[in-house]
């Protein structure tokens, strides 16, 4: 356990970052998913801007690596594509 009163207060701030994280990493999580599931070429129409605009914001916290956006945006954009 942290022993000063810096520490007692990162440990605080890391806790409040990593719900956060999780929850926009959850949030990205859903919505490729229910892109992925879609058959209907109009609804995945809609719903990959919404999914790009997730996996950039994810990308610029560094959340996860700008690569990964990158290849993850460009496999969804040819699954859409491929409709």
């Known amino acids: 356990m942290p022993q000063n009163k810096s520490a ?33 070429p109009e609804v995945a129409a809609e719903l990959l801007p919404d999914v790009k605009r ?9 959340l996860i690596h700008k690569n990964k956006a990158a290849n993850k945006k460009s496999k969804l954009e040819k699954y859409v594509n491929s409709l």
Do not use: C, F, P
């Open 8 to 40: 007692k207060k990162r440990l605080r701030q890391d806790k409040k970052k990593r719900t956060r994280n999780r929850a926009q990493k959850r949030k990205v999580r859903t919505l490729v998913q229910q892109l992925k599931n879609t058959e209907d």
């Open 54 to 62: 997730g996996l950039d914001r994810l990308a610029s916290k560094n």
